[in-house]
């Protein structure tokens, strides 16, 4: 069980990583993507912590279709 | 003077969280025996291996309906306010 | 818009994998992982892959709004009713429990798990996943359409 006390700390300091990312990146579709990444990051320790109910449903809502809504929504605005 | 303030809530917040974050009861042991009753009558009673889906479908069913009550709204509005409109 | 040839490839070869583990993950709700909820939003992933590599205008060739409605009203219909149908004793009472549809009572412990089995609950996760999947589609849809429309007029 050592290899999950480890990957229990790496994976929520990637978590932490990826949301700091979020609010400092300035191009919103790579806002969006680092989005997509720490959904699967927090699938991953859900699925790490014994909830595989919660996991399935935040790789596919969180991860899929929060993204597209946003990326569709990122298409109606104009780039500068 | 500003600066400093808003450090200073930050810090004082943050020292709260790790507090509570130390006083919830440990991983694996749950407070109430509700759980317990749930784990050992689950499949008698209603038949469902899955004892979460049991849970979300029989013994929490009005939680699931207020959920769909909320997707169906959501859409609701969300279909009203992009619907294509005749005269474009 | 169309994409590449080459996302349009990959989507022929994901799409259907992607709907048959959506239909497991509702089907299978009461034995494994998983439920109409979960099952609906895998579901609506996929067709938000077909709406991106095929754009919102082919897409709304073959899949409208008011089909998806009325899928999702049904849905609902088909839950509210099956949590009526339990009204001889109260609200939500499985019903089913015991009876010759969905009916059998499994050993309680660790086992393989029968498919005929959970009562009113595998009925109430098709229910359920009907209804997000055709609500997730058509929010999916209708942003698509809205935000291509956008596009053109620009």
Known sequence: MIESGILHIIIPVLLVVCALLVAIFKDLIAAAITLAVFSLLLALEFYLLQAPDVAIAEAGVGAAITVAIYILAIRATKRT | ??????????????????????????????????????IANTQRETGANNAVTAVVFDYRGYDTLGEATILFTAVTGVVMLFRRRKRA | MMMSKIVRTMTHLLVPLTFIYSVYLIMHGHLTPGGGFQGGGVFASAVALLIVAFGSQ??????????????????????IGLAFGGLAAVFFYNFLTGSSIFGRIPPTGSNPGDIWTGGVIPLMNFAVGLKVIAGLSAILLTMALATSLKEVEE
């Open chain 2, 1 to 38: 003077m500003r600066k400093t303030a808003i450090v200073v809530s930050l810090i004082i917040f943050a020292a709260l969280l790790v507090v509570t974050a130390f006083l919830i009861h440990p991983f694996g042991d749950p407070p109430s025996d509700m759980d317990d009753y749930i």
């Open chain 3, 58 to 79: 082919n897409i709304h060739k073959s899949l409208k709004e008011h089909h998806l409605s009325i899928l999702e009203s049904s849905g609902a219909l088909i839950f």
